[in-house]
């Protein structure tokens, strides 16, 4: 626990520098979604920031094993499908595995 502590500690400060915005795991799975659409930096509705959101979700996951790529949509948005079943977790169970898939997505990003 101590070393993903550190670890996202050491994320969140680069990414805070990198993207000069909050370092929360909401804010990182958004910045992935907006980065794997493609599109830049443009104005989002509500419901598509939420869409990012999951965008970011099936992305990070996808390096799990969880999620595969599927196609583009019409409008350039990805989709993906489900790989494996993933593991029923609560509350901080469930923050503490987003964490650590998001430390290996980033790992590789900045690698």
Do not use: R
């Not at 996202?8 to 799975?29: A, C, I, Y």
């Not at 989709?79 to 980033?106: C, D, R, S, W």
């Amino acid at each position: 626990m101590e070393d993903l502590n550190e670890k996202w500690e050491s994320l969140s400060s680069w990414f805070e520098k990198e993207f000069g915005m909050e370092s929360d795991s909401q804010s990182m799975l958004f910045m992935i979604g907006i980065q794997e659409l493609g599109k830049g930096a443009i104005k989002f509705s509500k419901s598509q920031k939420i869409d990012l959101i999951h965008i970011g979700i099936c992305s990070v996951l996808e390096k799990e094993g969880y999620y595969e790529y599927s196609h583009k949509d019409d409008d350039g948005w990805p989709h993906f499908t489900n790989a494996k079943k993933l593991p029923i977790l609560k509350g901080q169970q469930q923050e503490q595995f987003m964490k650590e898939a998001l430390i290996v997505y980033f790992d590789e990003v900045k690698s």
